[in-house]
């Protein structure tokens, strides 16, 4: 039963087939088992290819049975349609077409299933681009947040010092009047005197200022530091959102592309090892001679032609040969006296006839 279903995968016909020697029924059982688990491989492949795509189970099942049967038709069409000829380079010309096929199915099969058999190296290479990918974007949104911020700081650090000078200039100016008490500066006389007060009058009103410009200063560092605050914090929002978007970046695309850096050799053996696989039928029906499933096959295709050719024959020398007749018939006819004298008394009362008729048509239009 297993031999009859793989005959039917390899689209060879099963009642001419069974005609044949065992030996030549296992050779294309052989051939639709490779036809059946080329397929086989194609449904995996595909499957897992939407799989990545879709994280859907089901959906990449569905897929993966509409792909493996497509290339079940194809590959099964490829080998039922490959005939033996008496020229090797007639055949190898006629299975050219069906080689090129072959070759972009099993690019087509061994891509995906590359993908599954060296995940764990592309995991690697996507963690690595991901990271790239976080620290690039982090630099993107701090770009566009720091100028802003660097010159809210700017203005902090003016403010501070500002506060900084008047309190340089307050102390001098204390320094000054406790001087001019000592006797060390000014009038150089010990004890407070007018210029002492007047010194002193300076010094109190610029530590008064100092109080105001620090109260009025630190307002405005508070209400500055609140908009750094809330800078940094939609910088870390920004940083957030957009990480999920790097997160995600596992798709097919992105794991074909981290599969390019990989080394090539192991990737290319796998290539190998599926187009051996996708063209092994059509190798073998070039490689092996005519055996008789192909001669009766050949006989039946020919007996069609040739009866067809036959028949139409026959019909354009039926066709040459009634004309031929015709000729002769009609002419000999021409020259019987009692066919002309039936003719010219036919001729003459349809005449009458036609006279007649124009007479009644006249006279009704008078």
């Known amino acids: 039963m297993l031999r009859r279903f793989f005959i039917l995968c390899s689209g060879a016909d099963r009642e001419l087939l069974d005609s044949c020697s065992p030996g030549e029924q296992n050779k294309y059982a052989g051939v639709g088992a490779t036809v059946f688990f080329t397929a086989l491989m194609a449904f995996l492949a595909a499957g897992y290819a939407l799989y990545t795509v879709f994280d859907n189970v089901w959906a990449a099942i569905?897929?993966?049975?509409?792909?493996?049967?497509l290339?079940?038709?194809?590959?099964?069409?490829?080998?039922?349609?490959?005939?033996?000829?008496?020229?090797?380079?007639r055949e190898l010309l006629q299975a050219a077409p069906r080689i090129l096929l072959a070759v972009i199915i099993a690019v087509v099969i061994s891509k995906p299933l590359e993908l599954k058999i060296f995940e764990k190296e592309i995991d690697q290479v996507l963690l690595e681009r991901k990271n790239q990918l976080t620290l690039e974007n982090q630099n993107q949104v701090a770009a566009q947040f720091d100028p802003t911020i660097a010159e809210k700081r700017e203005e902090i650090a003016a403010l501070k010092t500002e506060i900084a000078d008047k309190e340089a200039e307050t102390n001098a100016l204390y320094d000054t009047y406790i001087a001019e008490?000592?006797?060390r500066e000014g009038t150089g006389i010990l004890g407070k005197g007018p210029v002492y007060a007047e010194k002193r009058e300076k010094h109190d009103a610029s530590l008064a200022e100092l109080q105001a410009l620090r109260t009025e200063n630190r307002e405005r560092i508070s209400?500055?530091?609140?908009?750094?605050?809330?800078l940094e914090q939609g910088y870390a929002q920004a940083v957030t959102d957009s990480q999920p978007v790097i997160d995600r970046f596992d798709g097919?695309?992105?794991?074909?592309?981290?599969?390019?850096?990989?080394?090539?050799?192991?990737?290319?053996?796998?290539?190998?090892?599926?187009l051996s696989i996708e063209t092994a039928p059509i190798l073998v029906k070039l490689m092996t001679p005519k055996?008789?499933?192909d001669m009766k096959l050949e006989d039946q295709e020919t007996a069609v032609e040739s009866w067809v050719r036959q028949k139409v024959d026959q019909r354009f020398k039926l066709a040459d040969t009634d004309r031929v007749l015709n000729e002769?018939?009609?002419?000999?006819?021409?020259?019987?006296?009692?066919?002309?004298?039936?003719?010219?008394?036919?001729?003459?009362?349809l005449m009458r006839l036609q006279a007649d008729r124009f007479h009644d048509m006249e006279v009704g239009n008078l």
């Open 223 to 230: 209400a500055i530091e609140a908009e750094i605050g809330s």
């Open 62 to 69: 569905g897929f993966g049975l509409v792909w493996g049967l």
């Open 181 to 183: 008490a000592e006797g």
């Open 291 to 293: 055996g008789p499933y």
């Open 328 to 349: 002769k018939i009609y002419a000999e006819i021409a020259e019987e006296e009692a066919v002309y004298r039936h003719k010219k008394q036919k001729a003459e009362q």
């Open 252 to 274: 097919l695309m992105a794991r074909i592309d981290a599969l390019g850096t990989l080394p090539w050799f192991p990737s290319f053996f796998i290539f190998l090892l599926f």
């Open 71 to 89: 290339i079940f038709n194809l590959d099964r069409y490829i080998v039922s349609t490959m005939r033996k000829r008496n020229g090797f380079g």
